[in-house]
């Protein structure tokens, strides 16, 4: 086994998401497996997102909110550690601020807007349609890119139950659970307005709804759920992989659970919930890999309850759903990541 020192970077917030520490640490795992050695610095947003997801195995160093206190105190973290490498997941940060990091250290950067330079030796993009003509004169001639959905960080127990979830789409059968899963950190209560819209449309069906515990829906949604037996609510569960193999189908964040619910055919309506989502979205749409909305589309509810409609009304378009999708992603991303960073 390779033992490489790597140091994690990502950024997390109430209106970033909790999205890039999740894919940092399902890539954290797939390292630790082949036998390196993995820390985080991490603001206080990242520290909550690995305490209830479980970096408790792994050292976690504390910088601040601040980005011009936080890069020098990730630095020197590194520095502390030993880390031959580290892993930026950050949108934030300067080429300047990101190239103190190298001193001599593999730089690796998560991507998905191939918008800007980058001062790094390895590339992850897993948008769809990326390829790594997308970093030609954004890195460095030696870089390596890593480019499009075979290099999605997708958790290992989506594809586990791979096989067996799709073999159950293909025979068919009655909807029951409508999966409604638009981020731990809720952006704007989206989820609410979700429910909201969308509850009168599903009678008879179930709606499992996941967010975390500090989401600004949660309160008025477990009122709700008090009084209503299909309104299911899921908070920080660690059971994603179970919910989305039990769904019909879902509305979901145009993150990277996008890849989580395409490995597991998961029929879906994607909502744009951020600008570095709408490129990918969008592409995915135009080819019939989901169907999109925009949330901050003035009609935004309306759009949503048509979309969901039209899945849950047209059996041959849930199918191309579900076939589509499983074929562009087959959830061995990170093991993939893996193998080229070590």
């Given at each position: 086994m390779i033992s490489r020192r790597l140091l994690v970077f990502p950024d997390c917030g109430p209106r970033i998401g909790g999205g890039h520490v999740m894919r940092c640490l399902t890539l954290a795992r797939a390292l630790m497996a082949k036998g390196a050695q993995v820390a985080f610095a991490a603001n206080p947003a990242v520290q909550e997102v690995l305490t209830v997801f479980g970096?408790?195995?792994m050292p976690?160093?504390?910088?601040?909110d601040d980005l011009e206190e936080a890069v020098p105190q990730a630095v020197g973290w590194a520095k502390a550690f030993g880390a031959d490498a580290v892993l930026i997941d950050h949108y934030r940060l300067s080429f300047r601020q990101e190239a103190e990091f190298r001193d001599g250290r593999v730089l690796a950067v998560i991507d998905d807007t191939a918008d800007r330079l980058r001062p790094a030796d390895l590339v992850v993009n897993p948008g769809y349609g990326r390829t790594a003509q997308d970093y030609a004169g954004l890195v460095h001639e030696g870089a390596v890119v890593l480019a499009g959905p075979e290099f999605a960080l997708v958790r290992p127990e989506f594809s586990a139950s791979r096989d067996a979830t799709l073999e159950r789409r293909r025979e068919g059968g009655h909807l029951k659970h409508v999966l409604i899963s638009l981020g731990l950190t809720d952006v704007e209560g989206v989820t609410a307005r979700v429910v909201k819209a969308l509850e009168p449309h599903l009678k008879g069906l179930i709606l499992d709804v996941v967010l975390g515990d500090q989401a600004p829906s949660l309160p008025a949604l477990r009122e709700q759920a008090k009084t209503d037996c299909a309104l299911r609510l899921h908070v920080?569960?660690?059971?994603?992989?179970?919910?989305?193999?039990?769904?019909?189908?879902?509305?979901g964040a145009g993150g990277s659970s996008v890849w989580e619910r395409a490995v597991l055919g998961l029929p879906s309506v994607t909502v744009i919930l951020a600008d570095n989502q709408r490129e990918m979205v969008q592409a995915m749409a135009n080819v019939g890999l989901t169907l999109a909305v925009?949330?901050?589309?003035?009609?935004?509810?309306?759009?949503?309850?048509?979309?969901?409609?039209?899945?849950?009304?047209?059996?041959?378009?849930?199918?191309?759903?579900?076939?589509?999708?499983?074929?562009?992603?087959?959830?061995?991303?990170?093991?993939?990541?893996?193998?080229?960073?070590l």
């Amino acid at each position: 086994m390779i033992s490489r020192r790597l140091l994690v970077f990502p950024d997390c917030g109430p209106r970033i998401g909790g999205g890039h520490v999740m894919r940092c640490l399902t890539l954290a795992r797939a390292l630790m497996a082949k036998g390196a050695q993995v820390a985080f610095a991490a603001n206080p947003a990242v520290q909550e997102v690995l305490t209830v997801f479980g970096g408790r195995d792994m050292p976690v160093y504390a910088v601040s909110d601040d980005l011009e206190e936080a890069v020098p105190q990730a630095v020197g973290w590194a520095k502390a550690f030993g880390a031959d490498a580290v892993l930026i997941d950050h949108y934030r940060l300067s080429f300047r601020q990101e190239a103190e990091f190298r001193d001599g250290r593999v730089l690796a950067v998560i991507d998905d807007t191939a918008d800007r330079l980058r001062p790094a030796d390895l590339v992850v993009n897993p948008g769809y349609g990326r390829t790594a003509q997308d970093y030609a004169g954004l890195v460095h001639e030696g870089a390596v890119v890593l480019a499009g959905p075979e290099f999605a960080l997708v958790r290992p127990e989506f594809s586990a139950s791979r096989d067996a979830t799709l073999e159950r789409r293909r025979e068919g059968g009655h909807l029951k659970h409508v999966l409604i899963s638009l981020g731990l950190t809720d952006v704007e209560g989206v989820t609410a307005r979700v429910v909201k819209a969308l509850e009168p449309h599903l009678k008879g069906l179930i709606l499992d709804v996941v967010l975390g515990d500090q989401a600004p829906s949660l309160p008025a949604l477990r009122e709700q759920a008090k009084t209503d037996c299909a309104l299911r609510l899921h908070v920080d569960t660690h059971a994603m992989a179970e919910l989305m193999r039990q769904a019909d189908i879902a509305v979901g964040a145009g993150g990277s659970s996008v890849w989580e619910r395409a490995v597991l055919g998961l029929p879906s309506v994607t909502v744009i919930l951020a600008d570095n989502q709408r490129e990918m979205v969008q592409a995915m749409a135009n080819v019939g890999l989901t169907l999109a909305v925009d949330a901050t589309a003035a009609d935004f509810e309306a759009q949503l309850v048509t979309a969901v409609r039209r899945v849950i009304d047209d059996a041959s378009l849930r199918r191309w759903l579900f076939e589509a999708p499983c074929h562009a992603c087959d959830g061995k991303g990170a093991e993939r990541v893996a193998e080229a960073l070590l």
